[in-house]
T-cell receptor
Framework: DAKTTQPNSMESNEEEPVHLPCNHS???????IHWYRQLPSQGPEYVIH???SNVNNRMASLAIAEDRKSSTLILHRATLRDAAVYYC?????????????FGTGTSLTVIP | GAGVSQSPSNKVTEKGKDVELRCDPI?????LYWYRQRLGQGLEFLIY????????KSGLPSDRFSAERTGESVSTLTIQRTQQEDSAVYLC???????????FGDGTRLSIL
C-alpha cells in the first residue's frame, strides 16, 4: 500500500540546500516518518526519522508539517555523494507485522 | 563493527532450480527484514522476523518463497522452482529492535535464466 507520495526526481546544484518533499495525508497518530536513501548498487541507508517535532542530525534535517500530512527532508549543502534515491516511509510502531512500504522514492541528481 | 552481510552477492541459476539466500545480521539485532527490489523499482517488503518468529508471512510473493531464522542470528530466504520473474536484488536488513532504524546489506543479485 502506497502511504506516501514523493516526486519521481529532483535536481540540485552542488553546495546548495535541497528540500525533498513527501506527502502522507493518511498518516495516523502512531506513524513515525522515516527517511532512507539508496546509492547506486548499495542497500538503503538510514537518514533520519521523527514523529511530530522537527529533527536534526549530522546528515540532514526533517521538517514535519503541523498537521503531519507532509514532511520535508532538508540537505543543507548538497554534495555529489548525496546523489541517490530518497525514500519517505511511514512506520506504525504498534503494527506487529512491522511492514515497511518504500515506494519508488525521489531520485536526486546533484549538478557540479 | 561488521555490518549486515549477505551471501552470495550474485547468483545466476536456471529456471526451475531452488536457491537459498543467506543473511547475517549485525550481532545483537533482534529484528531482521527481507526485501525484494526489481530493476528500477522501489523495495518490496517480504517478511520481518522478531527473534526467530515471523508475525506475518503474507508479504511473501508465493508459496515458492519461504524464510527461516535461527535464534537471533542468520536468516535464509529460499525460493523453490525459480521463475524468471524472481530475478531481482534481495536485500536484508536488521535493527536493534523493531523500533530502531534498519541497517541494510548490499543485497544478493539473483538472475534466473
Amino acid at each position: 500500500d502506497a502511504k506516501t507520495t514523493q516526486p519521481n526526481s529532483m535536481e540540485s546544484n552542488e553546495e546548495e540546500p535541497v528540500h525533498l518533499p513527501c506527502n502522507h495525508s493518511t498518516i495516523s497518530g502512531t506513524d513515525y516518518i522515516h527517511w532512507y536513501r539508496q546509492l547506486p548498487s548499495q542497500g538503503p541507508e538510514y537518514v533520519i526519522h521523527g514523529l511530530t517535532s522537527n529533527v536534526n542530525n549530522r546528515m540532514a534535517s526533517l521538517a514535519i508539517a503541523e498537521d503531519r500530512k507532509s514532511s520535508t527532508l532538508i540537505l543543507h549543502r548538497a554534495t555529489l555523494r548525496d546523489a541517490a534515491v530518497y525514500y519517505c516511509i511511514l512506520r506504525d510502531v504498534w503494527d506487529l507485522r512491522n511492514q515497511f512500504y518504500f515506494g519508488t522514492g525521489t531520485s536526486l541528481t546533484v549538478i557540479p | 563493527g561488521a555490518g549486515v552481510s549477505q551471501s552470495p552477492s550474485n547468483k545466476v541459476t536456471e529456471k526451475g532450480k531452488d536457491v537459498e539466500l543467506r543473511c547475517d545480521p549485525i550481532s545483537g539485532h533482534t529484528a531482521l527484514y527481507w526485501y525484494r527490489q526489481r530493476l528500477g523499482q522501489g523495495l518490496e517488503f517480504l517478511i520481518y522476523f522478531q527473534g526467530n518468529s515471523a508475525p506475518d508471512k503474507s508479504g511473501l510473493p508465493s508459496d515458492r518463497f519461504s524464510a527461516e531464522r535461527t535464534g537471533e542470528s542468520v536468516s535464509t530466504l529460499t525460493i523453490q522452482r525459480t521463475q524468471q520473474e524472481d530475478s531481482a536484488v534481495y536485500l536484508c536488513a536488521s535493527s536493534l529492535d523493531r523500533i530502531q532504524p534498519q541497517h541494510f546489506g548490499d543485497g544478493t543479485r539473483l538472475s534466473i535464466l
